[in-house]
């Protein structure tokens, strides 16, 4: 840290509290390992579509865990809507229609199928960590969901 | 040898090193922990708000504007990703996912702190701080995080204004050293 503007005595009970937080709350070494091991879902030929909105930050109070929660990821003019309610998640693709969506997850991911109109439905959906990949007919460049918890 | 520069190992893991990638996660993985745990987050959560953000760095990779400030990018991340599972309330974990082995949200073996600590005076710090506001209890570990923060980056992390972290500090650590007399 920036201890430069603090006092001696200070800075060796910092010191100390250092160790004592190291010792009593380490970072979960299969953690750093999972964090490692993130890096397998680098792409490199996607497009990324950005998380734009999200109804959990709308509103002041903590919702509960059945109410619905949307979000929207957008990329140029292809736009994404989740729905996520409980471990279940619909969503549309608002543009061309995917060939397929894997949901990717920090245990995997499973691939399922676009109706006509771009919807797609996934259950149960591990908590933690998801992102989706959309990949479409013909040379269109897939696209990449920022990463969110859910 | 000098470590590589951050900007050096953001530019390597964005070509697909994957040594350069393992070593920004070991310089920042204390970090990353410290914001999330100071957060009043469930263990589970914060190992969730942990491994989101490290996956968002992954895909922002060759999109950071200034890989030197990497320190406030993964701080204000891990924050906004701690904000809305905050928002999200309780949420539904199956049992069974972690008797699948390897569940990184299990919490470490037990064991009383006490016994962990090398020596009395730090069970005397480790019980002062427990003892902190949360509020003190996360500065403090933002203080003390490695690699150093600047205010800027601790003021991102918490959501408080910059000017504020120096009497903040102050404040936190008098009220540290009260409780730790009142042991002595």
Redesign the interface.
Known sequence: MTMADVEPADRELLTVLRGVLEETDPVPAPLVEAAQASFTWRTVDAELAELTADSVLDGAAVRSAEAPRLLTFTAGAISLVLEVVGRRLMGQIVGPRPKEVEIRHAGGSMTVPADDYGRFRAAPIPPGPISLACRFAGSRRPIVTSWVTV | MADPSTSDLVRD?SG?D?RA??QL??RY??LV??VA?GHRLAY?DS??????T???L??H?G?LRDPEQLAGWLSTTARN?C????????????DD?IA?G?????P?EPGP?AA???DE??SF??DA?ARLSERCQAL??L????P????TEIGLALGIPVGSI?PT?GRC?RQ??VLLEERG
């Open positions: 893991a697909g994957q990638w393992d996660v070991e993985s204390r922990w410290a745990r589970a190992a969730d708000v942990f491994q989101t490290w996956l968002r992954v895909e990779l999109r990703e904000l809305r599972v905050l928002r999200m309330g309780r949420r539904e974990r199956p996912d699948a390897g569940d990184p949200a299990g470490a702190e962990l600590l090398a005076e730090r710090v480790a701080f403090l570990r203080v003390v995080a490695e150093g923060l600047s205010y120096g500090r650590l540290l050293k």
